[in-house]
């Protein structure tokens, strides 16, 4: 069982457009939603997180939008560059009670393969 | 800071051998996690430690694969014997599980090869 979609698999953006990447989650146990970016022969590295008590959360470029109702939520990328061409993956874990007061696994989507063409 | 530091960075072996993933968190860090990436089934979460105790191990997908956490400042990944499906790149990640964070830091991965 998926329990985190991803799309689109691929895409592709001129440089300065606005990729956005959506996931969806189905287990309302999920109560941290991190976005991970991750380039060839590298581990994943943490872009920016939210927790479904917000709407919203930007760090610089990056944004996630998030609807606790649809239980969805979205990574934008504002201004993108060719430097951001990487596969970026959503994620999700759940709360403490789950995991003996510490912090819990990560299920990831499938991941998304973004290339910005110069 | 080093990050997390996994060895060896790439593993050839053949089916039937017995292979060891090492993996060194963070200083100061007390959660641990092996993670899985194939292409056909992305990344996969195998097991978890917290404070060196396993807390889920329902990722490891068969017998033939076990993980310890001897002390905080070390676990291994072993696949006891190896098959061909076993290749993968295996990701370790350590966080400092405070408050509400579960900020993960992957370490390099080790690319395995079964053949």
């Known amino acids: 069982q998926q329990q985190v979609k991803q799309s689109p698999q691929s895409l592709i953006v001129q440089k300065g457009g606005i990729p956005i990447i959506n996931c969806a989650y189905e287990n309302t146990a999920f109560d941290y939603f991190p976005w991970y970016q991750q380039f060839p022969g590298k581990g994943p590295a943490l872009l920016i997180a939210?927790?479904?008590?917000?709407s919203e959360k930007k760090e610089g470029r990056f944004t996630i939008s998030f609807n606790k109702s649809a239980k969805q939520f979205s990574l934008h990328i504002m201004d993108s560059q060719p430097g951001d061409s990487a596969t970026y993956f959503c994620a999700a874990s759940r709360g403490r009670m789950y995991s003996g007061g510490g912090a819990d696994g990560l299920t990831f989507g499938k991941g998304t393969h973004l290339i910005i063409q110069p | 800071d080093a990050g997390v530091i996994q060895s060896p960075r790439h593993e050839v072996t053949e089916m039937g051998q017995e292979v060891t993933l090492r993996c060194k968190p963070i200083?100061?860090?007390?959660?641990l996690f092996w993670y899985r990436q194939t292409m056909m089934r992305g990344l996969e979460l195998l097991i978890y430690f917290n404070n060196n105790v396993p807390i889920d191990d329902s990722g490891m997908p068969e017998d033939r694969f076990s993980a310890k956490m001897p002390n905080a400042s070390f676990s291994t990944l072993k696949i006891q014997p190896s098959e061909p499906r076993d290749s993968a790149v295996y990701f370790c990640?350590?966080?400092?599980?405070?408050?509400?964070?579960?900020?993960?830091?992957f370490g390099p991965g080790t690319r395995l090869t079964v053949l």
């Open positions: 939210i927790r479904p008590d917000v």
């Open positions: 990640a350590s966080s400092l599980s405070t408050g509400g964070a579960n900020t993960q830091y």
């Open positions: 200083s100061g860090h007390n959660s």
